[in-house]
């Protein structure tokens, strides 16, 4: 069996769809190590997977974390680096160096949103593909020509992207599965305060809420709207910021939650109103759950189109949606059962995927490929 290697962006929803994929060629027989900042030590070896820390000789514990997002930060906005982020770079060059004299891995899996380690390996000569938890165009993130032809698994079935959406370049695109997370730790939700007889509404906005703009406002509006229409109840996934004391006069109708047990709270939704992020939209689609979508930033308003397009849910603005539209919205979802059908029919493809073990047969057949020709030109072209 083979030695493979992820390294991911320091995010819930790329760990989320990469962890899963790790598992599963785990247990396929593979040697499988994750690479990523201390933050998700204990969340991926929950997982069963082994962890190695990123960059950890500069610096630990909130230093190392706040280090990590600020060049993810600088890279997703194209700045150039400060000395200190250069010197993080170096570390992660002689580390995974290390690595390669080590454990001579057979395969690097590498999310294209931390291009530095795409490039550390192909400087090292040690073969790698990415591993894109997203449906953005990964050129679009930087076009190294050194890259530009390295095979790119997409953690979504095809079906879900928008037609003739094509990739610049050479590299060949393989849509493996939606990958959801289902084995990961959630605390058992008490259903005891959730009234079985009413349609439950399900709002969550990821983790990277307290990054949105109008999200008080936004939130304030989503209650009023479920408190105006008691047939229904809401859960709000409210995260830690903004308080709760921060909502006044909330309806019996609505139970605000600072972490919601996402997989669970799904199987049980009628509507699931989100801000677009694919791992989330794979989550309900994997249970049948028609959306309202109200994208905030980067991959978020591609996937309410496609959400509109394969007429999986409805659209709205974040910044500006009133009450009344709010309740319109949810309303027409409930009453139109084409939602809910091609709600279903998605399900049923991501479990065709599934049934398929689509993930990892094409990575073994990427292992075959590298140890026939294992120089990264060679193979990227195969």
């Not at 600088?74 to 400060?82: E, S, Y």
């Not at 997409?154 to 370049?169: H, T």
Request: charged content about 20%.
């Amino acid at each position: 069996m083979s030695t493979i290697i992820f390294a991911a962006a320091p995010a819930m929803g790329h760990l989320n769809a990469s962890l899963t994929l790790a598992k599963s060629l785990s247990a396929r027989g593979h040697e499988i190590y994750y690479l990523q900042g201390l933050r998700y030590q204990t969340y991926i070896e929950d997982q069963g997977v082994r962890f190695i820390p990123l960059g950890e000789s500069i610096a630990s514990g909130e230093a190392q974390i706040a280090l990590l997002d600020r060049l993810m930060e600088f890279r997703q906005h194209g700045r150039p680096l400060d000395d200190q982020l250069l010197k993080l770079i170096e570390v992660f060059r002689q580390q995974i160096a290390s690595l390669v004299r080590m454990l001579k891995p057979d395969l690097f899996l590498v999310d294209p949103y931390i291009p530095d380690i795409a490039s550390i390996a192909h400087q090292l000569a040690a073969p790698f593909v990415f591993v894109n938890p997203t449906l953005v165009d990964i050129s679009q993130l930087y076009d190294a020509p050194e890259v530009a032809t390295v095979p790119e698994l997409v953690l979504c079935p095809a079906e879900f992207d928008l037609p003739k959406q094509a990739v610049r370049g050479k590299r060949k695109r393989y849509f493996v599965a939606a990958e959801v997370n289902l084995q990961r730790h959630e605390e058992l939700f008490n259903w005891s305060r959730i009234n079985p007889d009413k349609p439950l509404i399900y709002c969550a906005l990821g983790t990277h809420v307290e990054n949105y703009s109008h999200v008080q406002r936004f939130f304030e509006t989503i209650i009023e709207a479920v408190g105006n229409l008691p047939q229904y109840q809401l859960i709000l996934a409210t995260v830690a910021n903004p308080g709760h004391d921060s909502f006044k006069n909330v309806p019996a109708n609505v139970l605000l939650l600072k972490h919601a047990p996402q997989l669970q709270i799904l199987q049980r939704t009628s509507i699931f109103i989100t801000h677009g992020g694919l791992n989330s939209i794979k989550e309900a689609l994997y249970y049948g759950v028609p959306m309202v979508v109200f994208p905030c930033w980067v991959d978020q308003p591609m996937n309410a189109s496609r959400i509109a397009y394969h007429r999986l849910g409805l659209t709205g603005d974040l910044p500006t949606v009133t009450v009344e539209e709010v309740c319109a919205l949810i309303q027409k979802v409930a009453a139109t059962n084409l939602y809910r059908e091609r709600a279903n029919h998605f399900r049923k493809i991501i479990k065709q995927y599934e049934e398929a073990q689509v993930s990892v047969t094409v990575v073994e057949a990427l292992l075959r490929l590298v140890a026939s020709t294992p120089h990264l030109a060679a193979y990227a072209r195969g």
